[in-house]
Every structure is written in C-alpha cells, then in structure tokens.
C-alpha cells in the first residue's frame, strides 16, 4: 500500500522504480493499492482555490505552502497502462495493479 507518499517523491522515474518494486514483492493474487494521488489536471484549479481563499480571508498560507512545496502530481494517463480498469460508480480512475503488469 502506497497511500499519501507520492506527493513527496522526487519524480516519476522514481515512482515508476517503486511501483515495479512494489509489484515484484507481491503474490500472485495481489494488488497493490496507491492513494491519495495527486492529479495533474486539478494542479490549476487547487491553486486557484487557494488563491481565492486567500483573497477572501487574507489568510495566504495555503497558497504559500502550495507553491513552494514542490509535491509531485501525477497525471491520469501515468497508470492508464499499468493495470486493469477497476468499476466503481462515477467512472474509473481506479486501477489494480498486479503482478505482471509491465514495471
């Protein structure tokens, strides 16, 4: 279980390493669960967000911490070819990630 690291990693080589290492050391039958991923194409809009929480409260904080975090997101399309789509209401942006797939 990868659940809230990813931000930290320094780039998707590096993920793409840990990924196939994850994988290698599973069973079989197992899958390899990553959350708590940040998407690439809301960067815009979470920054806006923050930008008008600030304007709103004066309170620039978040903002701040957002531009000089330097906190890795990962576009879409980056698991896409990784796994097989999992169903769940509202579309699928949940892959299963196994051993074999490719890392």
């Known amino acids: 279980m990868l659940n809230g690291v990813v931000e930290n ?3 998707y080589n590096y993920l793409r390493r840990v990924l ?8 079989p039958d197992g899958t390899l669960f990553v959350g708590a ?9 979470l920054r806006a ?3 008008a929480y600030g304007l709103a409260t004066g309170n620039q904080t978040g903002l701040l911490r957002h531009d000089a975090s330097g906190e890795l ?3 879409r399309r980056f698991f896409c070819g990784m796994g097989r789509p999992v169903p769940r209401a509202g579309g699928s942006d949940l892959y299963a990630l196994r051993p ?3 890392l």
């Open 20 to 27: 196939g290492a994850a994988l290698r050391l599973l069973a």
């Open 100 to 102: 074999g797939s490719g």
């Open 9 to 11: 990693f320094p780039g």
């Open 37 to 45: 991923v940040r998407d690439l194409e809301t960067q815009d809009d």
């Open 49 to 51: 967000a923050l930008q």
């Open 73 to 75: 997101f990962v576009p």
